[in-house]
C-alpha cells in the first residue's frame, strides 16, 4: 500500500495542537514557543511531512515557475538558450516549464493556453516562423504574466525583448566576402514575414550599395527552413546565367543542406563557391567542410538577458504605481571566422 500522505491536520492531531499552531510552527513563527516549534519540525522531519503547494501557490498566488516558448530544442541554438534561462531560474529558485510550437502557430496558440492554466508567474519566448498576429501571446499579460521576447521577436513597440544584431551581423558577413574578391554573393534567406529575415535582405543590399556593387535581386531567394526547399534555392541560384561565387545563409542548418547540394553537383565547397552563416554552431567545428564563416549571435546570452528581465517584472508587480518602461535589448552579433 502507498504510503499516506501526511498533511497539517495530521500532525495537529498527533501532537494534540490546533493546525494554526502547527503551520505557524513551521514557518518559525514568532508567536510559537520555541519548545513547540521544535516538537512540531521534529514531527514533520520524521514523518517526511511536505507542505501542499497548490495551497501555497493560492496564498501566494505565484507557483515559482516561468514558462518558455521556442521553436525546437533539436536546434543547438535554443538548446543552448535554454542553459541560460535556467541558470538565471536556478539563482531565483524557480522551475522552467518549455513547450516547443515547431514552428506551428496553433500549437503556439495551444502551449500559451496550457501555460496560463498551469499559472507560470512568467513567460519567455521566440516566436514561431509563421506568427504573424501575436495577440495569442500578448493575451497572457490580462492574467498578470509578464512576458519577454528573445531572438525571434516581433515588431511591436511596447514589449520586452531581446535579440541579435542581424543587420550588423549581416554587413560583417558581406563585407568578408567582398573582401574575399566575391562580387556574386547569393542570399538564402527564410520566410519572408519573420523580422530578422527582413533585416537581413536591407543589410545586404545596403552594404552592396555602399560598396559600389550592383544589386541583383535574383541573387535573393527563401526557404522554409527545411531541407527540401533549401535544396530548391539552391537549385534556383546555381540555374541563373551568372550564379553565385558565395552565399549568405540564414543560419548553420541551412548552410549545411546548402554545402550538401552544392557537393551533389560536384562543386568544390570553399574553392568554387562559398558559404558563411548565422548562430556558429558548435557542430561546424567537426565538419570537413564548414561555412568560411559563421555570425554568432550569443543565445545563451540572448536567453539569460530576457529571463533576468522576466524576473525584474515579477518584482515591479510588487510595486503597481511604477509606470511601466519597455526593453529593446539588441546583442552585437560576431563574425567568426572558420576559414582564412
Known sequence: MPNKIITLKELARQLNFSVSTVSRALHNHPSIGLRTTAQVQKLAKELNYEPNQTALFFKQQKTNTIGVILPNLKEEFFSEAINGIEDVANQNKYSVLIGQSHDDVEKEKQIIKAMKNQRVDGLIVSISKHTKNYDHLMAVENYNIPIVFFDRVPELPNVNKVSSDISDGTKQAVEFLIKKGHRRIGVINGPGEMKSCMERTKAYMSTLQKKRIKIDMSLIV???????????????????????????????????????????????????????????????????????????????????????????????????????????????????????
Do not use: W
Not at 527563401?222 to 540564414?250: F, G, S, V
Not at 557537393?263 to 568560411?292: G, Q
Open 222 to 340: 527563401t526557404t522554409d527552413l527545411t531541407q527540401e526547399k533549401t535544396y530548391n534555392a539552391m537549385e534556383e541560384l546555381l540555374n541563373l546565367k551568372h550564379p553565385p561565387t558565395a552565399i549568405l545563409t540564414i543560419n548553420d542548418y541551412v548552410a549545411l543542406d546548402a554545402i550538401q547540394y552544392a557537393r551533389k553537383t560536384k562543386l568544390k565547397i570553399n574553392k568554387d563557391i562559398c558559404f558563411v552563416s548565422f548562430a556558429n554552431l558548435p557542430i561546424t567545428n567537426y565538419l570537413e567542410f564548414p561555412p568560411l564563416a559563421s555570425v554568432e549571435q550569443f543565445p545563451y546570452q540572448q536567453a539569460k538577458k530576457a529571463a533576468e528581465i522576466v524576473f525584474e517584472l515579477l518584482k515591479k508587480q510588487k510595486k503597481p504605481d511604477e509606470t511601466p518602461s519597455f526593453k529593446n535589448i539588441i546583442i552585437e552579433g560576431k563574425l567568426v571566422i572558420h576559414q582564412k
